[in-house]
């Protein structure tokens, strides 16, 4: 076997090393991109968990698109306490909100014993009074007509004892 020579040898090392550090840094590249990878499966997993167990975005109830309330429609209402369960008309009216109606007044109804929960179309806009029926779960058939000219609302919802059953305890 021959001898390399000084030169050789230098050289031959040099190369050598510029392999290594190529290798080396194609390692670290790939582990870098193994990383990133892992991370985005994590955060898609947990944002799988927390769609699918601690929150249900999607609901079993098909929505009915007419019964909705529309871009520009204002749908005013009172929201009234007759179940006698202190607070209870701040959480309707924070999903009644949440669904675009307007909320003007809530307070609690003269009477504290309501048995059924039941809406007072004021107005005579039963369409009006329908959509609020269907955002709650009440049936139409708990729907009232009471006209009163003074009144600056489409309908008052008065909060019954049956509330456990409507939509905004589900």
Known sequence: MAKRGFLETIIGSGERERKRRKH??????SWGFVAVVVLFVAMLAG?????????HPVSGEIDRPDMLVRKGERIQINVLNGSGKARLG??????LRARKFDVVHTDNYKDTSVEHSFIIDRVGDSASSKKIAYALGISNAYIQRDIDTEEYVKADLI?????MMLNPMK
């Open 24 to 29: 080396m840094a194609l390692q670290v590249v």
């Open 47 to 55: 944002q799988f968990v927390t769609r699918t167990v601690l929150t």
């Open 90 to 95: 701040q959480r309707f009216t924070d999903y």
């Open 159 to 163: 909060i019954g004892k049956d509330f």
